[in-house]
Antibody, heavy 127, light 108 residues
Framework: QLQLQESGPGLLKPSETLSLTCTVS??????????WGWIRQPPGKGLEWIGS???????FYKTSLKSRVTISIDTSKNQFSLRLTSVTAADTAVYYC???????????????????WGQGTLVTVSS | EIVLTQSPGTLSLSPGERAILSCKAS???????LAWYQQKPGQAPRLLIY???NGANGIPDRFSGGGSGTDFTLTISRLEPDDSAVYYC?????????FGQGTKVEIK
């Protein structure tokens, strides 16, 4: 059974850099059928996709966050990571990593749904 | 980006009743690329439905999805106490993928 687990600091000061790692167990991160994504959820609010990465390091990000986000992957460790620079209070959220379904159909390449998800880790930005 | 508006905000029903949750998109979702998730307090979301009406692995057939264009629904027939959760829709027809704000289902 595939499992994902986030890890990283839970408290940051404004302007610092958020760094989180997701460790994948029970399966290989080198799958042609999946990207690996990061999604966040501010307290009491909805979900926001941040970006996703493929085992070959192909990445794509939400445009509004692109200037501050870097997602990387280490296939030897079955891990992928999120880096978000210049954080503010608005970046306070539970950060989830998740497997991101990728496939082709008659429309072409499809980046679809997320399953499974990690348990999530709360990152608080406060001075 | 596509905005998904879910209604109602909260649904309070008794066990055995049927819940119908709505997800309306600000523009047509191509190929009905819509998914639904269930999130219980303190837990990660769990995939229920993808492709508008396809049940994810291990999901009871009490959960069903439908719709097209801009209007989609999640139906939970025969509610059980364990169905108490927040339900989110997510579109993946247009980048960036976006989520609705959620509908909370309370079981009386």
């Amino acid at each position: 059974q595939l499992q994902l687990q986030e890890s990283g600091p839970g408290l940051l000061k404004p302007s610092e850099t958020l760094s989180l790692t997701c460790t994948v167990s029970g399966g290989s991160i080198r799958s042609s059928s999946f990207y690996w994504g990061w999604i966040r959820q501010p307290p009491g609010k909805g979900l926001e996709w941040i970006g996703s990465i493929y085992y070959n390091r192909d990445t794509f990000y939400k445009t509004s966050l692109k200037s501050r986000v870097t997602i990387s992957i280490d296939t030897s460790k079955n891990q992928f990571s999120l880096r978000l620079t210049s954080v503010t209070a608005a970046d306070t959220a539970v950060y989830y990593c998740a497997r991101d379904r990728y496939y082709y159909d008659s429309s072409g390449a499809v980046w679809g749904w997320f399953e499974p998800w990690g348990q999530g880790t709360l990152v608080t930005v406060s001075s | 980006e596509i905005v998904l508006t879910q209604s109602p905000g909260t649904l309070s029903l008794s066990p055995g009743e049927r819940a119908i949750l709505s997800c309306k998109a600000s523009q047509t979702i191509s190929n009905s690329y819509l998914a639904w998730y269930q999130q219980k307090p303190g837990q990660a979301p769990r995939l229920l439905i993808y492709g508008t009406s396809n049940g994810a692995n291990g999901i009871p057939d009490r959960f069903s999805g439908g719709g097209s264009g801009t209007d989609f629904t999640l139906t939970i027939s025969r509610l059980e106490p364990d169905d108490s959760a927040v339900y989110y829709c997510q579109q993946y027809g247009t980048s960036p993928r976006t989520f609705g704000q959620g509908t909370k289902v309370e079981i009386k």
